[in-house]
């Protein structure tokens, strides 16, 4: 088998997002929930009581069954409940305890996210979102391209 070449800035980005990517795992954790269904219960007070799943399942990139899966755990918990909406849409709205819930581990997130970006000037906070949504671009550009050749 063929050795991967890989640059030392790209392994360093990918640790850099694996590192990001635990620390939010780490507070699902210690939360008590799996890290999609705390991503639903973030998703639900970003977006608005009422989303959809297929709102959270777009937004964050994850399969509409991962989505629903989570949504049926959160449900068995009492954190959120569904109703029915258009056509066969079900909207998703947190209960009094999924509030609780919000209030203790999501809210403090948001506030903690926003003042970590305050704590970088206005050019950082533009430049890290100028580059990341470039090297995302180009990515999704590339690995586009090389599954079309398979």
Known sequence: MKTPIQGHESREFNRM???VDELY???ALKSGLSDTSFLVLFSIVE??????QIDIANRYFISKQTISSSVRALE????LYLKHGKKRDRNLYLTAE???FAADYIIPLMELE???????S????DGLLRLTRRYTEL?????NQLLSQK
């Open 17 to 19: 997002y694996k590192e």
């Open 25 to 27: 795992h780490e507070v």
């Open 47 to 52: 977006l608005g009581d009422g989303c959809l």
């Open 76 to 79: 068995q918990k009492g954190y």
């Open 98 to 100: 999924g509030e609780r």
């Open 114 to 120: 926003s003042n970590v970006f305050l704590l970088m």
């Open 122 to 125: 206005p050019e950082e906070r």
């Open 139 to 143: 990515l999704k550009e590339k690995i």
